[in-house]
């Protein structure tokens, strides 16, 4: 039954809420564009949630149901009500279109071009080989390594590309361990759970950190440099304790590893200016209040020289991982439907949110993002709650001195990035799962403590920003 149900679902209750009258909701003065959004929104819940379609094309379905729907070029039938006030505000179609070219996406993929090129010319594999050197050759050191030059890929590289390169790697090491061993599922483990984490420490890390940027405009805005000044610290010390309660539950037997990794840095010309470029654009990143430029125009850089050195051909353009911009495009086409329609307002306000404690409307929406995010993609999370929260940092005066919205939005980020107890909850989970060395049970023991504890420690992270001001 539930086969069946899970395609079902996304559609029947989409259709009751778009037949259902005005005056069935209880938000005074729902236009009719409120409700056709309302029912795009639970038709986006449902199929994230569900997946009887690809993620990504749910994502495309969000955007094309607006054009149809809500939009200023809606089909003809769709437009109009027993009267203008009734039927609300269109949204614009080059507002709804023009999410495939946002800002954000224009971040990723510059993100995906320095990947591709850092493959393509062994840059990645090479600085693993250097780095983890120092780390020796005692299992819980070169754990630390490992989970570290991870984690350094993966604030600037797609998770999921860090986590197969990473792994690929960790073949050879994995091989050397009794098949009984408990090092096995602690070297396999550490390396989603470091790539999951490691995302937080930049905005372009992982999908709900730009998705995060998006609202974090203004007078709450945060440039690349700040983000990292609280993201790496969180970053650190989550993946230290994640290293200590890995060891301490998956100790072990082997008393000594040699890792042999070979290869040795390119030196053609190609190969010196991807890491001249990789350099670069790290430091324009790190420094955007010196240059002035943002890092969406700092992104534009990489791709800009790889296609014209032909570093990046027309067949490397096809490793991009597109699902994943198209499943941002439709995050972001839902936030800006929710908000131009005025029905995330509408939502928020009807509800008397400064009845609550400001600490409970923290923590709760702290772990329903973190429960949201182990069943779903840690990005629909991100898509789905963000609008609504951004409005609630707004309305919600007893906010004001935990630091109101960016303190909401940053709960809210790191929440949907540690989401990690299922081998569906993350890419990087799911390809750890693939080696046959994790089971679901050891994932989900360590997930749950690691979330759990992530969501504390950002608690305190953002108290002591607001404490010294940053907030």
């Not at 069943?375 to 004001?400: E, H, K, R, Y």
């Amino acid at each position: 039954m539930y086969k069946y149900l899970k395609y079902i679902l996304p559609i029947c209750v989409p259709l009751f809420i778009l037949y259902l009258p005005l005056s069935a909701f209880p938000f005074e003065g729902m236009t009719i564009v409120q409700q056709r959004i309302a029912a795009i929104f639970v038709f986006a819940t449902l199929s994230w949630i569900l997946e009887p379609i690809p993620i990504h094309a749910t994502s495309v379905a969000i955007i094309t149901f607006e054009l149809l729907l809500v939009s200023d070029k809606a089909l003809i039938l769709f437009r109009g009500g027993e009267s203008l006030q009734q039927y609300g505000d269109p949204i614009s179609y080059v507002d709804i279109m023009a999410t495939f070219a946002s800002p954000i996406i224009m971040l990723f993929l510059g993100g995906f071009f320095l990947a591709i090129a850092a493959t393509k010319y062994r840059l990645d594999v090479n600085l693993a080989r250097v780095l983890l050197k120092p780390f020796g050759q005692q299992p819980r050191f070169l754990m630390l390594g490992l989970m570290l030059i991870t984690g350094l890929f993966s604030m600037f590289m797609s998770n999921t590309a860090t986590t197969a390169m990473m792994l690929s790697i960790l073949g050879p090491v994995i091989a050397l361990f009794s098949p009984k061993d408990p090092g096995r599922v602690a070297f396999a483990l550490c390396i989603p759970l470091a790539a999951n984490i490691g995302g937080i420490g930049t905005p372009i890390g992982t999908p709900p950190n730009a998705i995060a940027l998006k609202y974090l405009q203004g007078e709450n805005s945060i440039n690349f440099a700040e983000w990292m000044a609280f993201g790496v610290p969180f970053t650190i010390i989550l993946m230290a304790f994640s290293w200590y309660l890995i060891n301490k539950i998956f100790p072990a037997n082997q008393r000594e590893i040699v890792l042999d990794i070979q290869g040795e840095f390119l030196k053609t010309p190609k190969a010196l200016l991807v890491y001249a470029v990789f350099i670069i654009t790290i430091l324009l990143w790190l420094m955007g209040s010196v240059h002035g430029m943002n890092s969406y125009t700092v992104a534009m850089i990489p791709v800009t020289i790889f296609l014209m050195a032909g570093i990046i051909t027309k067949d490397d353009l096809k490793k991009i991982s597109w699902d994943v911009l198209w499943l941002v495009s439709g995050g972001i086409a839902l936030g800006l439907a929710l908000d131009k329609s005025g029905l995330a307002a509408l939502i928020v306000y009807s509800i008397p949110f400064d009845s609550f404690s400001p600490y409970v409307v923290l923590v709760g929406a702290a772990f329903l993002s973190l429960l949201m995010a182990n069943f779903m993609s840690n990005t629909a999370t991100a898509n789905l709650l963000m609008p609504i929260m951004a409005t609630l940092g707004v309305s919600m005066s007893s906010l004001i001195p935990l630091g109101g919205e960016v303190t909401l939005l940053l709960v809210i980020t790191f929440a949907s990035s540690l989401g990690m107890s299922l081998p569906i909850s993350t890419p990087p989970n799911a390809l750890a799962h693939a080696t046959g060395h994790i089971k679901t049970k050891d994932m989900a023991k360590v997930g749950v403590i690691v979330g759990v504890s992530g969501i504390l420690l950002s608690f305190i992270m953002v108290w002591i920003l607001n404490l010294v001001g940053h907030i």
